[in-house]
């Protein structure tokens, strides 16, 4: 049985990405199991993990389904980060993105449904 899912975000130094995640969630990391890794609870069983020592930074993509996206967005603002403007998807689905500064790519969702 899987208990956790841990999405991976590939960064070219954790000391720098670890300040840009604090302000994107408005708080430090839940753990520091190594010197090149921090990692944040977002969810009940759902982690993202930050690493620095591999090929790839920047090539990640994670999406977040969030509550109220108005909400979230007007909460980056106030901690210094700029989202991307708002699209609209199908079926009520609404998304905004942010950079990081290494390149990748974290996708907020408003009204995500499990079924449609």
């Known amino acids: 049985m899987i208990e956790h899912v841990l999405a991976v975000v590939p960064v070219s130094g954790v000391d720098r990405a670890t ?18 890794l921090v990692e944040w609870r977002v969810t009940d069983s759902g982690w993202l993990q930050v690493f620095s020592g591999t090929d790839g930074a920047g090539g990640a993509f994670v999406n977040f389904a969030v509550d109220d996206l108005d909400g979230w967005l007007d909460g ?21 993105a942010v ?14 449904r499990v079924r449609y």
């Open 19 to 36: 300040r840009y995640y604090e302000q994107l969630f408005g708080r430090a990391p839940d753990n520091r199991p190594m010197a090149t």
């Open 76 to 96: 980056l603002r106030s901690r210094g980060i700029t989202p991307g403007d708002v699209q609209e998807a199908d079926k009520g689905v609404r998304l905004s």
């Open 99 to 112: 950079t990081d500064p290494d390149g990748n790519t974290i996708t907020f969702i408003g009204g995500f």
